[in-house]
Antibody
Framework: QVQLQESGPGLVKPSQTLSLTCTVS??????????WSWIRQPAGKGLEWIGR???????NYSPSLMSRLTISIDTSRNQFSLKLTSVTAADTAVYYC?????????????WGQGTLVTVSS | QTVVTQEPSFSVSPGGTVTLTCGLS?????????PSWYQQTPGQTPRTLVY???SRSSGVPDRFSGSILGNKAALTITGAQADDESHYYC??????????FGGGTKLTVL
């Protein structure tokens, strides 16, 4: 059974960098069948796709976040990570990591439980 | 910039049928966008219902079905039940590695 678990600080000061890690169990981030994704959801609002990374390190980012965003992968630890710089209150959200299946089965599945990150001084 | 559109809210009577849609602010949704649908109840993680337009995820009841209706992707719930009351989100693959979610539909069963 594949499981994803987000971890990282729950509170980040404005203008600082938000850093989160997703640890994958039951599957390998080296697999060529998936991309590994980040998605966020502000309180009471909808889902926003942030970006994704492949085992090779190839990435795709949301155009609206691209200038502040870095997603990386650590195959030795079976993890992938997100760094978002120069955060503001608008970046306060529950952050989810998810596996994105390829081929004819494009979908986000499974999802991590999500972690709340609050941007506040 | 293209936006993925969904009805903000919808209501259905128990046992009734409802169709939620997923469109584009500019253009039409086709199977090439590989629409997928997710159900999220408050405080919970999204659950995959349908992917690749009309494939049901494992364990999803067959009262949930996906399709393309006109120029939009659609999720139809036939025989709605009380526990179908949730938020529903669609996701589209826009190409070039980019995915986008719709704003979500809050479904009320009453």
């Amino acid at each position: 059974q594949v499981q994803l678990q987000e971890s990282g600080p729950g509170l980040v000061k404005p203008s600082q960098t938000l850093s989160l890690t997703c640890t994958v169990s039951g599957d390998s981030v080296r697999s060529d069948s998936y991309w590994w994704s980040w998605i966020r959801q502000p309180a009471g609002k909808g889902l926003e796709w942030i970006g994704r990374i492949y085992a090779s390190g190839s990435t795709n980012y949301s155009p609206s976040l691209m200038s502040r965003l870095t997603i990386s992968i650590d195959t030795s630890r079976n993890q992938f990570s997100l760094k978002l710089t120069s955060v503001t209150a608008a970046d306060t959200a529950v952050y989810y990591c998810a596996r994105f299946l390829l081929g004819g089965n494009l979908r986000f599945d499974p999802w991590g439980q999500g972690t709340l990150v609050t941007v506040s001084s | 910039q293209t936006v993925v559109t969904q009805e903000p809210s919808f209501s259905v009577s128990p046992g009734g049928t409802v169709t939620l849609t997923c469109g584009l602010s500019s253009g039409s949704v086709s199977t090439e966008y590989h629409p997928s649908w997710y159900q999220q109840t408050p405080g919970q993680t999204p659950r995959t219902l349908v992917y690749n337009t009309n494939s049901r995820s494992s364990g999803v009841p067959d009262r949930f079905s996906g399709s393309i209706l006109g120029n939009k992707a659609a999720l139809t719930i036939t025989g709605a039940q009380a526990d179908d009351e949730s938020h529903y989100y669609c996701a589209l693959y826009m190409g070039g590695g980019i995915s986008m979610f719709g704003g979500g539909t809050k479904l009320t069963v009453l």
